[in-house]
């Protein structure tokens, strides 16, 4: 039984995932087809990766019922409706399958509006199961608001230890935008991997750095989708169900946020 999230148009959606963001192509169908056979029900990519082909082929060939494994894409450079509705058909190409599970705006850019209303109506044809958005910081997910016909099912932004979005947050869960974190292990960036805090926390609990970062954010109920090649890892990351935080160690990791970018990007 897959660990899910209901999505705010009833559809499931698995809280752990795997990312495949800068998996070359070359090994990105060999490194799902591994996450798949290790329990991960859940892949995101990008148009902008360049492995939407690779995902599609991995997930076709897992052995893996369709309806098992929820694929996510994001598109990327749209500028308004007529581009974003031959967008959406070219990822299902690539991906060569009839549906995506969730389909998401990369970034806040070009005519948002417009871009959100081709995904409705590719929605409403059945070949989207969910939409939502990536990257729309307070203003802009407001912004968005105002025309959107249907609420964003996800918003998936930059969350980590070192921020932890919580404004941004509580807006979701008011308008019921499920919060999914983007480089949950802050993509090793400010010495995450060697962070004290985390060390001696996991020490507590005989777990490591990553799934002390990750436990964090998962008992907060954001849906997180780490990216690793190694199949070890992959499994580390997975194992994160068998221990809770305290209230005093999520409060000691509430300090540890600097409320900002780490890549310098949204
Ligand atoms: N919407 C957006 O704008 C956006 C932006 C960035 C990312 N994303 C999505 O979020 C996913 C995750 O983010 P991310 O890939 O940037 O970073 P991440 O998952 O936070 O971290 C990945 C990095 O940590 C290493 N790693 C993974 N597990 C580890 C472990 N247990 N112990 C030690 N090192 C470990 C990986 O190396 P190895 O691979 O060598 O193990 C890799 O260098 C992406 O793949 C992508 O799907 C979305």
Same mark, same amino acid.
């Given at each position: 039984?897959?660990?899910?999230?209901?999505?705010?148009?009833?559809?499931?959606?698995?809280?752990?995932?795997?990312?495949?963001? @800068?998996? /070359? /192509?070359?090994?990105?169908?060999?490194?799902?087809?591994?996450?798949? &056979?290790?329990?991960?029900? &859940?892949?995101?990519?990008? @148009?902008?990766?360049?492995?939407?082909?690779?995902?599609?082929?991995?997930?076709?060939?897992?052995?893996?019922?369709?309806?098992?494994?929820?694929?996510?894409?994001?598109?990327?450079?749209?500028?308004?409706?007529?581009?974003?509705?031959?967008?959406?058909?070219?990822?299902?190409?690539?991906?060569?399958?009839?549906?995506?599970?969730?389909?998401?705006?990369?970034?806040?850019?070009?005519?948002?509006?417009?871009?959100?209303?081709?995904?409705?109506?590719?929605?409403?044809?059945?070949?989207?199961?969910?939409?939502?958005?990536?990257?729309?910081?307070?203003?802009?997910?407001?912004?968005?608001?105002?025309?959107?016909?249907?609420?964003?099912?996800?918003?998936?932004?930059?969350?980590?230890?070192?921020?932890?979005?919580?404004?941004?947050?509580?807006?979701?869960?008011?308008?019921?935008?499920?919060?999914?974190?983007?480089? /949950?292990?802050?993509?090793?960036?400010?010495?995450?991997?060697?962070? /004290?805090?985390?060390?001696?926390?996991?020490?507590?609990?005989?777990?490591?750095?990553?799934?002390?970062?990750?436990?964090?954010?998962?008992?907060?109920?954001?849906?997180?989708?780490?990216? &690793?090649?190694?199949?070890?890892?992959?499994?580390?990351?997975?194992?994160?169900?068998?221990?809770?935080?305290?209230?005093?160690?999520?409060?000691?990791?509430?300090?540890?946020?600097?409320?900002?970018?780490?890549?310098?990007?949204?």
């Amino acid at each position: 039984m897959q660990d899910t999230v209901r999505l705010n148009n009833g559809v499931e959606m698995p809280r752990i995932g795997y990312g495949v963001y @800068q998996i /070359p /192509p070359a090994m990105t169908e060999r490194c799902v087809r591994d996450a798949l &056979s290790l329990g991960y029900r &859940s892949v995101d990519t990008a @148009q902008c990766y360049g492995n939407e082909r690779e995902v599609g082929a991995a997930v076709r060939s897992s052995g893996l019922p369709r309806s098992e494994v929820f694929v996510t894409t994001k598109l990327w450079g749209g500028r308004g409706y007529r581009d974003t509705a031959v967008s959406i058909d070219g990822s299902l190409k690539a991906l060569h399958l009839d549906y995506m599970d969730l389909l998401l705006i990369h970034e806040p850019t070009g005519n948002f509006h417009e871009i959100y209303r081709a995904m409705e109506d590719a929605y409403k044809a059945g070949k989207l199961r969910a939409i939502g958005v990536a990257n729309f910081l307070n203003e802009n997910y407001k912004r968005l608001l105002t025309t959107a016909k249907i609420v964003p099912a996800v918003n998936q932004v930059e969350t980590h230890v070192f921020r932890q979005q919580r404004t941004l947050r509580k807006l979701l869960d008011e308008n019921g935008t499920i919060h999914e974190s983007w480089s /949950p292990l802050a993509c090793g960036q400010n010495g995450f991997f060697r962070n /004290p805090v985390l060390k001696e926390i996991g020490e507590r609990h005989g777990k490591s750095i990553a799934q002390v970062g990750l436990r964090s954010l998962y008992q907060q109920g954001i849906v997180i989708i780490p990216k &690793s090649t190694h199949m070890e890892r992959m499994k580390e990351n997975m194992n994160i169900l068998d221990f809770e935080l305290n209230a005093e160690e999520m409060e000691s990791l509430y300090v540890l946020d600097l409320d900002k970018s780490q890549f310098g990007w949204w």
